[in-house]
């Protein structure tokens, strides 16, 4: 699921802990930077996100989605992920919200 949050500061960083996410690195493929946040306390289930940032640093493009477990073979990036739902909808509007809270 993809969502547009503002940065009114340009850090991505502040904006991500303020959802509760934790840096996971950056995509070697990509560039985009990877943050997670555990449902139950364990490394899965876990939301995951890949993260970027517009040129001028004023908004980021998210895209959301819920790792149910690790992948199944060793190399592969292949995984049961869950991209829409109602619990990926839930976790957008939680992120919704916080953000609304911090523009205000």
Known sequence: MKIE???PSG???TVMRSYSYAPEGQDESTGE???VRSL???RYPRFHIYSRVSP???KAILELHLDQKQPSYEGSHAHSGEYDGPVVNR???RIEDITRGLSS
């Open 11 to 13: 850090n991505i960083l």
């Open 56 to 58: 001028d640093s004023t």
């Open 5 to 7: 949050i503002p940065l």
């Open 40 to 42: 139950v306390g364990r």
């Open 33 to 35: 930077q990877k943050w």
């Open 91 to 93: 976790e957008a509007k």
